[in-house]
T-cell receptor, first 112, second 112 residues
């Protein structure tokens, strides 16, 4: 299994600002994923972040809006840039390990 | 492509009632199937899984059987408790284990 810590757990942000979410894993993992969960919705994959390569973004998500770093096998960051109220969501970091997905507790962002 | 279709919610049950949440899938090959649970204010946790046809996953009184003939993985519990109130997500991973697909989630509320 994997234990995943995300920071911040929640934040209230002003329109037009940017926020970086950190994800720390207690073991080395190749595959890390960033998901968005809008209020009352299911999970939407934003991007896959593999160490040593550029993140792969899903349709509808672009690097300028959601830049991702993956400097090593235990850490990743997701930045939500130039935020608008539509970006208010829970952002979840997850890792793939032994055929399973493990999730952090999520970062709940509210944009005013 | 691969996908998961999950019973719409919300579902409200009285304590000790029987629970079924339907989940069907579309996939090429032999996916692994999962149920994840999200308690209020928390991230997703793996509840149970099954990796091949006729496998039964079980945990905390919940069960689901991988039915290839009906492409289903319905979640059941014989007697729900108030503490089972959560959102339940059905998911599959493809043959590579690198792609995961989630259902829309089913909100369950158990009342005393």
């Amino acid at each position: 299994s994997a234990v995943i810590s995300q920071k911040p757990s929640r934040d209230i942000c002003q329109r037009g600002t940017s926020l970086t979410i950190q994800c720390q894993v207690d073991s080395q993992v190749t595959m890390m994923f960033w998901y968005r969960q809008q209020p009352g919705q299911s999970l939407t994959l934003i991007a896959t972040a593999n160490q040593g390569s550029e993140a792969t973004y899903e349709s509808g998500f672009v690097i300028d809006k959601f830049p991702i770093s993956r400097p090593n096998l235990t850490f990743s960051t997701l930045t939500v840039s130039n935020m608008s109220p539509e970006d208010s969501s829970i952002y979840l970091c997850s890792v793939g390990l032994s055929g399973e997905l493990f999730f952090g507790e999520g970062s709940r962002l509210t944009v005013l | 492509g691969d996908s998961v279709t999950q019973m719409e919610g919300p579902v409200t049950l009285s304590e000790e009632a029987f629970l079924t949440i339907n989940c069907t899938y579309t996939a090429t090959g032999y996916p692994s199937l999962f149920w994840y649970v999200q308690y209020p204010g928390e991230g997703l946790q793996l509840l149970l899984k099954a990796t091949k046809a006729d496998d039964k996953g079980s945990n905390k009184g919940f069960e689901a059987t991988y039915r290839k003939e009906t492409t289903s993985f319905h979640l059941e519990k014989g007697s729900v408790q108030v503490s089972d109130s959560a959102v339940y997500f059905c998911a599959l991973s493809d043959r590579t284990g690198n792609q995961f697909y989630f259902g829309t989630g089913t909100s369950l509320t158990v009342i005393p």
